[in-house]
Nanobody, 130 residues
Framework: QVQLVESGGGSVQAGGSLRLSCAAS????????MGWFRQAPGKEREGVTL????????DYSDSVKGRFTVSRDNTKNTLYLQMNSLRPEDTAMYYC???????????????????????WGQGTQVTVSS
């Protein structure tokens, strides 16, 4: 069955860094755009970043642009999110997701956030203290 298993979350002080990983199985990872989303308590889920199947194209939300970097290793079926210069407002549950389309997608996280996700992970908590 399909599995997306996130890891790497934790607690960090403002200005610190974390690296999230997402191990995928049960589907053809290398043909799908992958994304990271987050949801803070009391807020709607927010699209953070999207990466193309081969990793050559990316898109970021304005709130993380310049601080977060998404990457993938198709040989390991793993998605990554390097988060630097973390802020308290980055505190949220972070979810890995695979888009519904295969062999590419519109490269906009806003598109992915509009119901175009096929598979979701269970999430990993990131807490940033001031």
């Amino acid at each position: 069955q399909v599995q997306l298993v996130e890891s790497g979350g934790g607690s960090v002080q403002a200005g610190g860094s974390l690296r999230l990983s997402c191990a995928a199985s049960g589907f053809t990872f290398s043909t799908r755009c992958m994304g990271w989303f987050r949801q803070a308590p009391g807020k709607e889920r927010e699209g953070v970043t999207l990466i193309s199947p081969r990793g050559s194209l990316t898109d970021y939300s304005d709130s993380v642009k310049g601080r977060f970097t998404v990457s993938r290793d198709n040989t390991k079926n793993t998605l990554y999110l390097q988060m630097n210069s973390l802020r308290p407002e980055d505190t949220a549950m972070y979810y890995c997701a695979a888009v519904a389309t295969e062999s590419g997608c519109p490269m906009a996280i806003s598109w992915a956030a509009k119901g175009n996700i096929r598979y979701w992970g269970q999430g990993t908590q990131v807490t940033v203290s001031s």
